[in-house]
C-alpha cells in the first residue's frame, strides 16, 4: 500500500470531517466522505504538478554550474559540468 503524503480536508464548524482527499506516494488520489471511500483514481498531471519540486531558476543553475566548475580539474569535468548545466 502507497503512503499517503498530503491530505486536503473539508469540515464542519464543529470539526467533522466532512470530506478528505488523500494524496497518495504511488501517484493516486482518494476522496473519502463522510469516512467512506467514494472514489479512487490516478492523479492527473495538474494534480501531480502540485507535489513536482519546482524547476531550479537561472541563478540557482548558475550556482551549481560555477561550483561545480571551481571544483573542476581536468578537461573532462569542465564538460561534464557545462553540459549538466545545460540540461
Not at 494524496?23 to 502540485?50: F, I, K
Not at 561550483?67 to 569535468?77: C, E, H, I, R, W
Amino acid at each position: 500500500m502507497a503512503d499517503v503524503f498530503a491530505t486536503d480536508v473539508v469540515q464542519t464548524p464543529d470539526g467533522t470531517v466532512v470530506e478528505e482527499v488523500r494524496w497518495l506516494s504511488d501517484g493516486t488520489v482518494e476522496l473519502h466522505e463522510h469516512g467512506r471511500l467514494v472514489e479512487s483514481r490516478a492523479q492527473t498531471a495538474d494534480e501531480a504538478a502540485r507535489f513536482a519540486p519546482p524547476e531550479p531558476s537561472a541563478d540557482e543553475r548558475l550556482a551549481v554550474l560555477v561550483d561545480a566548475l571551481a571544483k573542476a580539474t581536468t578537461l573532462a569535468q569542465v564538460r561534464a559540468a557545462a553540459q549538466a548545466a545545460a540540461g
